[in-house]
């Protein structure tokens, strides 16, 4: 077991080359091609919805472990199947922070097809496997739900992102993930979650479109029409910032409807985030090589108004 190469799997590396690549452990190569450090979004999601259940005394351990296990290797497939479709169209050839940062060892010559289909067949049974007690417990509306789960992934790889809806396909995805969460603990659904975890979604969706800007021209001249290539750099940033008001705006709203807690306004700290990762594309939408500040900033805020509205359910839990 070498935790420290996992590690540095785990993190975003530059690029790595053929001999680095040889020297890594399966475990170590599953964790770059499946982007590990993107899961933690999926791996929060869980945790929101569980301790919404903690909160109203409904949390049960073994659910949430294999439904937290299930989410983050569905994630990983759909980060697998994803690539595997972009790179037999030639999607990401010349995006600028796949040539800039590395790319998938997929497109990089690293791995066969042959070995990349044996991890989305891990990843897949592995979420499969975790998810049919879920659906055994939670019956036809579990099923449905993850039914749900799978046509995101498979029509988010192809169409919708290259349509120019990626976006929404998100936004729906991850408030599913928390919404399904809440219910496998429940088996009822519940107003509070599902309200409160649409800001959180929209804050998911503005990921996806934060990094369509750097690879705007490439993704142009392929012909996938992403938000941002449809809207244009500079329109496409206001939309960003308006997605961003949106979703804390709601947050506020909800809570003077009555509908969450106060205490879930904590998760109104990732608006300044937001709010600076917007000024960023909206001075530097057309210089790819100066986006990655805002890109980051879109991923902290989405994570930090989750981890902020947990920590404050954590604190009201019985």
Known sequence: MNVGMWWKAVRVIPRIDKEEWQRLDVVARWLISTR????????????????????????????????????????????????????????????????????????QGLMTQRELFAYIAFSGLVAVAAGIPLVIYGGTTALILMALGILFVLFYTWPLKYIGLGEVAVALAWWLVVLGADYVQR????????????????????????????????????????????????????????????????????????????????????????????????????????????????IAAALVHALAIAAALASMAR
Do not use: C
């Open 36 to 107: 590990a450090a993107v899961l933690l979004m999926t791996f929060i999601s869980a945790a929101l919805a569980g301790l919404f259940a903690l909160r109203d005394g409904q949390f049960d351990l073994g659910r949430w472990a294999l439904l937290a296990l299930g989410l983050v290797f569905a994630h990983a497939t759909n980060n697998l199947v994803n690539d595997f479709t972009d790179f037999k169209r030639g999607v990401d050839k010349d995006n600028y922070f796949r040539t800039q940062y590395g790319p998938q060892p997929i497109e």
């Open 187 to 298: 088996r009822q659904f519940f107003v509070i979650p599902a309200a409160t975890a649409a800001s959180f979604a929209l804050l998911a969706a503005n990921i996806l479109l934060a990094n369509g800007f750097p690879d705007a021209a490439a993704d142009a001249r392929v012909g996938k029409k992403t938000l941002v290539v449809r809207l244009g750099a500079r329109r496409a940033a206001w939309a960003y910032l308006l997605i961003a008001l949106l979703a804390h705006g709601w947050l506020a709203l909800a809570v003077w409807l009555l509908i969450p807690p106060d205490r879930a306004l904590w998760g109104l700290v990732s608006l300044p985030l937001s709010l600076a990762a917007g000024a960023l594309l909206l001075r530097h939408a057309g210089q790819p090589q100066r986006l990655r500040p805002a890109i980051v900033l879109t």
